[in-house]
């Protein structure tokens, strides 16, 4: 059964340096999403990406957010400058027609 | 603003009872309803849908029911098994493949 994977699994990173979370889409999908989860709080989108370009974005997805598709098959989340604040998991997920299947996730800690 | 929220954050049941998982929505816009469950560790799995025309959709041993008078969403999982202890969230979009507005989740633990 296709899945979506993520890497890494868990990020360790210094407040202020850039991290790139990584993602391959399931292979037939062409919308493609970021959401966050801080510890014990809801899932909360960040992004969706369709066409090589950002379809929508939330608050939460500042300037020193991006994404990009660098190939067919990737889809990137990249924080610049990372704060505390930004400690979470990130899951990407993809869809084709209307259902949204989750990566596994990828857990930042940001120290 | 939109939120789709769960009214109880917790529930335990025994293992083959039945169990219903409620919901509360706001954004009158919703079109889709979605219920994920997230076991620990992993992402959101799907489990089932609905939309806005219907008021119910049955699964494998999952239903979910949909009352847009009061924007109430329910989960029903019948004979609960310890594989279904999870954390359930429900989630809305406006259209297909739009952003998932999720609520909190809520915790469904199953007794032996």
């Known amino acids: 059964e296709p899945e979506v994977t993520q890497t890494p699994s868990h990020q360790v990173t210094q407040m202020g340096q850039e991290v790139i979370l990584r993602c391959v889409p399931i292979?037939?999908?062409?919308?493609f999403y970021w959401y966050r989860q801080i510890l014990g709080q809801k899932v909360e989108f960040l992004v969706s990406?369709?066409?090589?370009?950002?379809?929508?974005k939330s608050e939460i997805f500042d300037d020193q957010f991006s994404v990009e598709r660098p190939d067919g098959s990737n889809f990137t989340l990249k924080i610049r400058s990372t704060k505390l604040e930004d400690s979470a998991m990130y899951f990407c997920?993809?869809?084709?027609?209307?259902?949204?299947?989750f990566g596994p996730g990828t857990r930042l800690t940001v120290l | 603003g939109e939120s789709v929220g769960l009214h109880l954050p917790t529930l335990s049941v025994q293992e083959g009872d039945n169990s219903i998982i409620n919901c509360a929505y706001s954004?009158?816009?919703?079109?889709?309803f979605i219920w994920y469950k997230q076991e620990s560790g992993k992402g959101p799995q799907f489990i089932i849908d609905?939309?806005?025309?219907?008021d119910k959709r049955q699964g494998q041993r999952v239903t979910v029911l949909l009352n847009k008078t009061v924007k109430h969403l329910s989960l029903q999982i019948a004979a609960t098994q310890p594989g279904d202890s999870a954390v359930y969230f429900c989630?809305?979009?406006?259209?297909?493949?739009?952003?998932?507005?999720f609520g909190k989740g809520i915790t469904l633990s199953v007794r032996p």
């Open positions: 292979s037939n999908h062409l919308y």
């Open positions: 990406f369709y066409n090589n370009e950002i379809s929508e």
């Open positions: 609905i939309r806005s025309n219907m």
């Open positions: 997920a993809s869809s084709r027609t209307s259902w949204q299947f």
């Open positions: 954004n009158s816009a919703s079109d889709y």
């Open positions: 989630a809305e979009n406006e259209k297909a493949n739009s952003k998932l507005t």
